[in-house]
């Protein structure tokens, strides 16, 4: 028998004060799991790994349930920067040296997956999120722009054509700062508004016939003579296959898989709407932007016109005192002529780190699957681990099991140690960003 126990972790599972929960579509009305329920399939977390794992299951016929400890999006999947992203955090090169060159062969077919996930399932349920073509990968030095170029070469023997690489004039077209050395345009790439594409996705998952049960934290779980029970405050659901997909918020509900990833939170701000003759110069083409650094600064325009400017980190998964005062610096650094302008909406949000930045995937035992850590880059890698899960599920393990069987590092020193060690770790990459190492 398999036994876990965990507190609730999100007070009353009210949005937080973001600019995407302000700007969400229609509101859902969440059902809570009350009493005894069962399914064959119980999916934990309606986040973004939750909802892909769900729709790609429910599609191929089968009956499946999610239970989520707040509301649809609550957790990283509402609230990050609404960027369609290719990759992983770990590099390319680095998967290669690291676990060989099959493996960076089939990871390399597989990075830009989880974008053409999304694509199909906005197009094919008419979410609407928002939807913008085009991201930039932003240098401030030389070394960083050798640094893509490589990438790009790297990604094109891997068969990946979309990348342009940008000089000081190139990404001027593209961003309205001095700040920038060059950079590289995805062509593949493109952003979004996150929360209205969970929310989308949740609608496309109970169109294909799923239930999704809100507000019901799970408590613990229980695997005992082939089946699981997923235990919240206030009901019991029993299913023969269940599937974790709490990531940065699944707290201890499953001490086996706390240890393997680390919050860390990151922070977001949204300015007041911008008139069309200010907004233009900032981005004239419209694409989302994230910097070569370490620790990177990421942004874009809202559909509204809005700069929505995100960065930083706080590892452990605190939430700074101020914000705004840990974000405008940048924001006003990149842009000058934003300088003093009015911030509506500030907010916060974990991720998941592993040690490798490498997510991971894999089983506890007989019939409960998990897949978490994607270390920041989770909202194409999210789509594409719900995909191998689901095919894993329907008989498929090839790539579950190519993933499955990566060894995963723990972080130096146990929970105890790792947040002062990634701390150390960070200040010394952040001086080398400082001083364009």
Not at 142 to 160: P, S, T
Not at 244 to 268: D, E, I
Not at 328 to 335: A, D, H, I, M, Y
Request: net charge neutral; charged share 20%; proline share 4%.
């Amino acid at each position: 028998m398999m036994t876990a126990t965990a507190r609730a972790y999100a007070g009353d599972g009210s949005y937080p004060g973001s600019y995407y929960a302000a700007s969400a579509n229609a509101a859902r009305t969440p059902a809570i799991l009350t009493g005894e329920a069962t399914a064959d399939i119980c999916v934990v977390g309606a986040g973004y790994t939750g909802l892909s794992t769900a729709i790609h299951l429910a599609e191929k016929g089968y009956g499946v349930t999610i239970v989520e400890g707040a509301r649809v999006g609550w957790g990283a999947s509402g609230r990050n920067g609404g960027q369609v992203v290719n990759g992983l955090n770990a590099g390319l090169d680095s998967i290669e040296r690291r676990y060989g060159s099959e493996t960076g062969a089939f990871v390399g077919g597989l990075l830009q997956e989880g974008a053409r996930i999304i694509y199909r399932l906005i197009d094919r349920y008419g979410i609407d999120c928002d939807l913008k073509p085009g991201n930039i990968y932003a240098a401030y030095t030389a070394r960083h722009m050798r640094a893509l170029e490589a990438k790009q070469a790297l990604w094109r023997r891997h068969g990946m054509d979309d990348h342009v690489m940008l000089d000081q004039n190139g990404i001027r077209r593209h961003v309205g700062s001095d700040v920038y050395a060059g950079g590289m345009l995805d062509r593949s790439g493109g952003h979004m508004h996150p929360l209205n594409l969970a929310l989308g996705e949740a609608r496309a998952f109970e169109s294909l016939g799923g239930r999704i049960y809100e507000l019901s934290p799970v408590t613990g779980i229980e695997r005992s003579a082939g089946k699981t029970a997923v235990k919240t405050a206030a009901g019991t659901l029993t299913a023969k296959t269940v599937v974790l997909c709490g990531n940065a918020y699944l707290g201890r509900a499953v001490p086996k898989l706390a240890a393997r990833v680390m919050p860390v939170s990151t922070q977001m701000i949204a300015t007041e709407p911008l008139d069309a003759e200010r907004a233009a110069p900032l981005l004239p083409t419209d694409m989302c932007i994230e910097d070569a650094r370490y620790i990177l600064d990421y942004f874009r325009l809202s559909a509204d016109r809005r700069m929505i400017f995100g960065g930083g980190v706080v590892y452990g998964g605190t939430d700074p005192a101020d914000v705004v005062a840990k974000i405008r610096p940048n924001l006003e650094k990149v842009f000058p002529s934003l300088r003093g302008i009015g911030i509506d909406y500030a907010w916060s949000g974990n991720f998941a780190l592993s040690f490798t930045r490498v997510p991971q995937l894999g089983r506890l035992g007989d019939g409960v699957y998990f897949a978490h850590g994607y270390s920041g880059h989770g909202v194409t890698g999210s789509h594409l681990f719900g995909c191998i899960l689901a095919e894993a599920i329907d008989g498929d393990l090839s790539r579950f099991d190519a993933f499955a069987g990566l060894p995963w590092v723990p972080f130096p020193g146990g929970r105890l140690l790792r947040v002062p060690y990634s701390t150390l770790g960070s200040w010394w990459y952040a001086l080398r960003d400082k001083v364009g190492l």
